[in-house]
Every structure is written in C-alpha cells, then in structure tokens.
C-alpha cells in the first residue's frame, strides 16, 4: 500500500461524484464506467470521489467499490485525485481503504456515519481506527450535526487529514469552524452548486457535484468565475445548473440519485435504474425530466463548442 505526495491545492475544484453504471443484470458495467471517466477528465474534472453517496455507496458490495475506484483511477490520468469512500463497519473500512489504495487512490473519504446511538467520542475512536490502519490522504464528511464543529477542529490536527466535506448547511457555523481551524486543511462544500456559492463567500475553494455527471464544463464555469471573485457570473451558471439539483432535492433528497441517472439517457448512456432502495421513476417523472434536461445539454454542448474552439477543452 502506498501513497504518493498530496497537494491540498488539488482540492479547490470541482468534485464530481460519478453515478455508478450498471448493466441490465444489475451487475457494474464496467465499459461504460471507464468511459464515464474518461469524458469527465476529457471536460476538465480533476478531483473524483467514486462509489460515493450519488454513486450509491449504500447498495455497493466492498469488492465493486474498490473496483470503482481502480476503473476511475485508470481511466482518469495522472493528474486526477481519487478518493474513495469508507464508512460501516470498522472492518469493512479498512478492507476498502487498503485496497483502493493498491488500486491507486489518492486518499479515502469517511462517508456520513448510518450507525444510530452515536457520539463524538465514538466517532473519533472510530476515525482513529480507520486512520491508523490506513494512513493516507483523508476528507471527513459531515451531513449532520455529529461530527460536531469541535471534533471537526481536533481531526484537522491530524497529519492525514486534508480537507473537510461539508454539508450540513449552517453558514454561520460554518465561516465560525473555518475562521477557528489554524491548521489549513481545505473546508469544502458537500452539498453541490445549489450551496456552493454561498460557502465559498465563508470560505471554501472546491464543491461537490453531481450535475457535473451531465453537464461538467457549466459546473466547471462556474466554479472558475466564483473562485474569480466573479459573482454576478458564477450565479448565472448556477442559474442554469438549478433545475437539475432542485429536482433532486424533491421528497428529502429522494430523487438525488434517479433523477441523474435518466437525465443520463438523454445524453444515450443508460446507467441503468438505482438499486433498491433509491427511488424509482414513474413514466410521468422521465418524460419531466427530459423536458428539463433538453435545454441544459443545449447549453453544455454549446459552452464545449465554445472551449473547444479556443482550445480551452479536450473534450
């Protein structure tokens, strides 16, 4: 198990969290994966966080999120960061950490605890016992009130922690932990473009996306013209971006992962239907959400017209 040096300045982007492709037996679809990948890195995303929430962690064997991580590492190049996901059992984490780093991951990030009865004591033991038995580049994500702001403070003191996945969207307590934190680890923004301009106003350099998945030179955009200083533009882009994450944001979240995955087959990639228990879609809600999707894929294929032409895209 190795690790190569981490720069923290490789986290003040955009993070693409990419849905997991899966063929009509339910299996991973392997193919289309890689390919995902690659035309993600194609359009400008450097900074990858597989098997993820989005990416449907919840449902995913330990063998097909290290096999994620290993498809996105190859399939992005050099220059691409990959964290993978650990969470669950103590046991399982390590299981998943060492082994994506074998498979060439940049660091793990530590999923939202689904464990009830919790406690920052228990929380900390746990981040501890992970850490120790994998040491590497690390992000923490918060979606809730535990990890408390506190406990926050005190991992950044660790050597291996490098950044913090925000989103619980308090924003005074957020600009609060950032102005206390003296460690310099990056404060990130976990909850997407409808969020991130208002936390990288209190402080944060990098966002995670997963509208990205469809449209990633729009997020791309904005994230560049906020991290500009500006804003009147950046909300422009988050002005087309919206409809995509307000969708999802319908019945608590629930359409989060679904409603990506159909506005993939816009696009012709079938990523196949989320597992169980993530929401399925009636024929009602695909047809809405094609009707959504039309006009921003008119907008991204334009924009990468528009960068391609002055040979700012590869894609």
């Not at 995913?60 to 096999?67: G, H, K, P, Q």
């Not at 408390?148 to 003191?157: G, P, R, V």
Request: charged residues 20%.
């Amino acid at each position: 198990m190795m690790v190569s040096p981490f720069d923290p300045q490789s986290l003040r982007t955009v993070h693409l969290v990419p849905l997991t492709a899966f063929c009509p037996d339910g299996s991973l679809n392997s193919e289309l994966q890689a390919a995902h990948t690659s035309r993600m890195y194609a359009a400008g995303i450097r900074c990858f966080l597989p098997a993820a929430g989005t990416s449907e962690f919840h449902s995913l064997s330990a063998d097909e999120i290290v096999e994620i991580v290993r498809i996105t590492c190859e399939a992005s190049g050099d220059d691409a960061v990959v964290f993978a996901p650990v969470g669950l059992q103590i046991g399982h984490a390590v299981d998943v950490a060492r082994r994506s780093l074998d498979a060439g991951a940049s660091g793990i990030m530590f999923m939202p605890f689904s464990h009830p009865y919790m406690s920052d004591s228990g929380a900390l033991d746990y981040y501890h016992a992970v850490m120790d038995a994998a040491p590497c580049p690390t992000l923490v994500y918060k979606k809730s009130p535990l990890p408390s702001n506190a406990l926050l403070l005190e991992l950044a003191k660790n050597p291996n922690v490098v950044g913090v996945k925000y989103a619980w969207n308090e924003m005074h307590e957020f600009r609060t932990t950032v102005t206390a934190d003296s460690t310099g680890i990056e404060w990130l923004c976990g909850s997407a473009e409808k969020f991130a301009p208002y936390y990288m106003l209190a402080g944060s350099h990098g966002y995670t996306t997963g509208a990205g998945n469809v449209c990633p030179h729009l997020t791309l955009a904005m994230h560049a013209a906020f991290a500009a200083g500006e804003y009147d533009e950046g909300m422009a882009w988050q002005q087309q971006l919206l409809p995509i994450e307000d969708y999802r944001a319908r019945a608590g979240d629930s359409f989060n992962i679904s409603m990506l995955k159909q506005a993939m087959a816009v696009l012709d990639q079938d990523f196949g239907p989320p597992r169980p228990p993530q929401r399925q879609l009636t024929d009602a809600e695909r047809a809405e959400i094609d009707a959504l999707i039309k006009p921003i894929v008119e907008a991204e294929d334009q924009l990468r017209t528009e960068l391609t032409a002055v040979g700012l895209s590869s894609n």
